[in-house]
Nanobody, 125 residues
Framework: QVQLVESGGGLVQPGGSLRLSCAAS????????MGWYRQAPGKQRELVAR???????????TYADSVKGRFTISRDIAKNTVSLEMNSLKPEDTAVYYC???????????????WGQGTQVTVSS
């Protein structure tokens, strides 16, 4: 079993900053990718940012065009955590943000994607 615990999020004014964090725990042999997705009301879930080691997902750091230059993703390999620093927030960044981690568990030969419970980010004056 793998558990993802998210923290951060909340209400912020336009131009403000927030930091999201996600910690993975449980049966973790290897982590390929850690990242964040978001889903706004009436819209599909979209990738915000992701860091990948390239085992089963595309290697490197990826950002959605809409957040480039404003958001920064970082990963602590030793702690199995991923964070998203969000600056210059805009009302259109309002969404539920989900942590996503691609993990290979002990006793398994395959990687599997896990999702956090989601955390609300609201950008409004």
């Amino acid at each position: 079993q793998v558990q993802l615990v998210e923290s951060g999020g909340g209400l912020v004014q336009p131009g403000g900053s927030l930091r999201l964090s996600c910690a993975a725990s449980g049966s973790i042999l290897s982590i390929d990718a850690m990242g964040w997705y978001r889903q706004a009301p009436g819209k599909q879930r979209e990738l915000v940012a992701r860091i990948s080691s390239g085992a089963v997902t595309t290697y490197g750091t990826t950002y959605a065009d809409s957040v480039k230059g404003r958001f920064t993703i970082s990963r602590d390999i030793a702690k199995n955590t991923v964070s998203l620093e969000m600056n210059s927030l805009k009302p259109e960044d309002t969404a539920v943000y989900y942590c996503n981690v691609v993990i290979r568990s002990y006793g398994s030969s395959m990687y599997k994607a896990y999702w956090g419970q989601g955390t609300q980010v609201t950008v409004s004056s």
